[in-house]
């Protein structure tokens, strides 16, 4: 869990969509003419952008886990307190993650984390080994920014996969979405180009194709993605269910795993 605090107070600066009563105080004085207005929503995301710099890899990392520890809040650190008491605060976790995922949605960071992870995935296979643990948890805030805290189940699961669980703000940023293809790409780029990529993060990229394959025009860019990487994917998804040698029957034979059921019929009918 980040634990500088610099970084944790720039980051939620950055995702406050009110404007303080320092900044109006500020620019109480400036002529309107300079675009100063007090608005509830001030996108930031030029600032954004600058924090997830793929050039700062390293540095952007540890911001986007700063972004996941404040949208995915961990009440198991109140389990040493009376119950009642460990309610209250479990009660106020979510809300101030509630908060903070609307800010980080309404000032841009959500396209700035898919710009760093479109980003990050592109070179050689080498670069994005390196990248493995930046990918993870970009994965991870996607998710989370598109399904918020009420649909995440233990260690960040999602416990529902149909679009229908997702909030307003997740369904507005689901349509919003304007390179599914880039993004299909990417996330799935990052689980056929490293051998190394954790469990987790290819749940992730399956809930996360799940969810995108809700729009049934999106099977069909799935299967016309460059370099047969609709094809490898399921091929990486055979190797890491089974751990057992490739054959055509092992393929047809994904889709009736009770583990890909819902996911599979989708990728089966791309390919």
Known sequence: MPTNRGSIDRVQLVAQTETSSIEVETNVN???DEDIMVVDEVKREEEWIALLDCKC????????????SLMQPAPEILSNLPADVSTVLENDMRG???RFRKGFIDSGGFGAVLKFIMGS???AN????KNRMGNAVALRVLKCGLFGNSSLGLNGSIKNLSSSCLDDAGRELLSSLSDKRGLMNSITSAVVSDRGVSDAAILDVLQL???LFSDERTTEIFASLPNKIAEKFLMTLLLWESGCTLTAA????LKDTEKY???NSDVSRAL
Do not use: A, N, W
């Not at 890899?57 to 996941?68: E, K, N, P, T």
């Not at 092992?250 to 034979?253: K, L, Q, R």
């Open 30 to 32: 400036k002529p309107f």
């Open 57 to 68: 890899f390293h540095r952007s990392v540890y911001v986007l886990q700063v972004i996941d």
């Open 96 to 98: 101030e993650s509630t």
């Open 121 to 123: 995935t592109e070179g």
């Open 126 to 129: 080498e670069k994005r080994q």
């Open 209 to 211: 194709l799940r969810l």
């Open 250 to 253: 092992s393929i047809c034979g």
């Open 261 to 263: 059921q819902g996911f």
